[in-house]
T-cell receptor, first 115, second 115 residues
């Protein structure tokens, strides 16, 4: 089975531009998570969805960030306008929902550089 | 609130020897899960091992085992017979069941395996 798929793998953009990151979770997984990794803050959760519904977006830095999950097989994280401090690796992860603790499987990440 | 502490700044181990990576956690919940992930220099997050809070046996997965001491709130990762490919960053993380299922990560430990 395919794992979590993210695109693009690398993105270089200029400050002020819109950036869209994409994620396809593992088929059958009900949870989808967006994490950000930086040297200063480590790995932090931005937002997560359960059955396409956003459950907790308290980690989203500010209004410039938005995330959607229009269907069970696709999610986007959008930054508009982007700033240099948004430079980071953005991971998408997914897991099952069987009413117990489940393992989250990560995609390869999108390495974003905002100039 | 959940908290994961990984205080070892960096670890070195000789090839074929065993190494223990420390992790302590803090939570007031009774049901939770503990995870270890590996992040090689290529950047992906690879799931290694999982321990449930109610599991009586320590988890094992091949050369990886988790030394779970619930009363001490520690979940140390033991890697036996280290290989050069084990050189990576290792993250301890925890999550809970259901609506609070986001992962909380430690800051990670760098492991270097010497030939």
């Amino acid at each position: 089975d395919a794992g979590v798929i993210q695109s693009p793998r690398h993105e270089v953009t200029e400050m002020g531009q819109e950036v869209t990151l994409r994620c396809k979770p593992i088929s059958g997984h009900d949870y989808l998570f967006w994490y950000r990794q930086t040297m200063m803050r480590g790995l932090e959760l931005l937002i997560y969805f359960n059955n396409n519904v956003p459950i907790d977006d308290s980690g989203m830095p500010e209004d410039r960030f938005s995330a959607k999950m229009p269907n069970a097989s696709f999610s986007t994280l959008k930054i508009q306008p982007s700033e240099p401090r948004d430079s980071a690796v953005y991971f998408c992860a997914s897991s099952l929902d069987r009413g117990a603790v489940e393992t989250q499987y990560f995609g390869p990440g999108t390495r974003l550089l905002v100039l | 609130a959940q908290k994961i502490t990984q205080t070892q700044p960096g670890m070195f181990v000789q090839e074929k020897e065993a190494v223990t990576l420390d992790c302590t956690y803090d939570t007031s919940d009774q049901s939770y899960g503990l995870f270890w992930y590996k992040q090689p220099s290529s950047g992906e997050m690879i799931f290694l091992i999982y321990q449930g809070s109610y599991d009586e046996q320590n988890a094992t997965e091949g050369r990886y085992s988790l030394n779970f001491q619930k009363a001490r709130k520690s979940a140390n990762l033991v890697i036996s017979a280290s290989q050069l490919g084990d050189s990576a960053m290792y993250f301890c993380a925890m999550t809970h069941t259901g609506a609070n299922s986001k992962l909380t990560f430690g800051k990670g430990i760098t492991l270097s395996v010497r030939p």
